[in-house]
């Protein structure tokens, strides 16, 4: 945390209540984004776009009103910081909007909804600063509790050696082959935590999808891992330049610094990382527990293979939307069955009103499951 997002002196009256002001418009606007982003599917793409179109208007206005308030010096940091999200995110609808006029082009809505993650990311360092941040920042079921809060914002400053926070190791976006990861502000520098390693769809990076994952990992106290794949997608049909020990090695790599829960340790993935995690969960030996595909497929290597003699007794959730484009619900449906009979101690979520999008929704539900007593 840089000294400039640390709480200092209350602003002026008519500041404070400029910023309030922006921050309920720039949080709404979020929350209508990723409303639209869960209920994306090709052919309410104009419709979504129509609902989200005036939330670019009406939060530009807030970006100039909050930009043309008297800070004090010593706060410039924050509208200048705020600007950049407000326009970043009036960009974001905008490009949806854009993309949503072009027919047929499904990747492109995706590409323009991909830019929230950047935009969380540079919002998510003024959360010790400002409360309503520090919330959106927490599954929804946890932003009225404000003990929890004043505990995250008091972990956020302490000042220590202890390697909390977000962190990326060669994971820049116009990078391939990093990862990036999320430790608890709350760690204390020594307890075992459970782990997520999250991995993205086809064409996606860990370190967007690193957001989709943060707020429960924050409320729960979770260590998040996000890697990325070294080319545009999994190697679903084999690649020497990648295989499944290297994610076991990534979580060796973080290991050595944040002690892991080895009997927590779960892998999920969204799309061609749903497919790939039953892969490397089912494929190989490794470090993961617990399996939670969401929006993928069952591999017919793991087949060939042998792999659903590793799914016995094997805790999988099993995520899948029942209006899925890409791949349809028939195929989840067949995975279920197959891993039933291999002896999987499954939960099999088919979600009614799910696209192939990542149900962020689900996050609670499957880190209640992770995070049960044994």
Do not use: K
């Not at 959106?136 to 000042?159: G, I, K, N, T």
Request: glycine share 8%; with cysteine.
């Amino acid at each position: 945390m840089t000294d400039e997002a640390r709480p200092g002196a209350p602003l002026p009256a008519a500041v404070a209540e400029g910023l309030a002001a922006f921050l309920a418009r720039l949080l709404e606007t979020l929350a209508a984004v990723e409303a639209v982003q869960r209920h994306l599917h090709p052919s309410l793409a104009a419709r979504l776009a129509e609902r989200l179109d005036p939330w670019a208007a009406e939060l530009g206005t807030h970006v100039d009103r909050l930009e043309a308030l008297a800070w004090p010096t010593e706060a410039r940091f924050l509208p200048e910081r705020l600007g950049r999200v407000g326009r970043r995110t009036v960009e974001l609808v905008q490009a949806f909007g854009a993309a949503a006029r072009v027919p047929g082009d499904p990747f492109g809505l995706y590409g323009a909804l991909r830019r929230l993650a950047p935009v969380e990311e540079d919002l998510y360092p003024l959360a010790p600063a400002l409360p309503p941040v520090s919330r959106w920042f927490l599954d929804a079921a946890r932003r009225a509790d404000d003990a929890l809060v004043a505990r995250l914002q008091a972990a956020a400053l302490r000042e220590d050696d202890v390697p909390v926070g977000v962190r990326h190791a060669a994971n820049a976006r116009d990078a391939r082959g990093g990862f990036s990861v999320y430790v608890p502000e709350t760690w204390d520098g020594a307890t075992r935590l459970p782990l997520v390693m999250a991995l993205h769809g086809g064409h996606g990076h860990g370190r967007d999808f690193l957001w989709s994952w943060l707020r429960e990992a924050r409320s729960r106290g979770v260590l998040l891992i996000a890697p990325t794949a070294r080319e545009r997608t999994w190697p679903l049909m084999g690649d020497g330049r990648e295989a499944p020990e290297r994610l076991a090695a990534i979580v060796a790599e973080v290991g050595a610094h944040v002690p892991v829960d080895r009997s927590r340790c779960l892998l999920t993935g969204m799309s061609d990382g749903a497919t790939y995690a039953l892969v490397c969960g089912l494929g190989a030996d490794g470090p993961f527990t617990h399996l939670a595909p969401a929006c993928g497929v069952l591999h017919p290597r793991l087949l060939e293979a042998g792999g659903l003699g590793r799914a016995h007794d094997r805790p999988v959730y099993l995520i899948h939307g029942a209006h899925d484009w890409m791949f349809p619900v028939g195929t989840a449906r067949l995975a279920r069955d197959l891993l039933l009979d291999a002896g999987a101690r499954l939960v099999y979520r088919e979600i009614e009103d799910l696209s192939h999008v990542y149900p962020r929704d689900e996050n609670p539900r499957i880190l209640d499951w992770l995070l049960a007593p044994p």
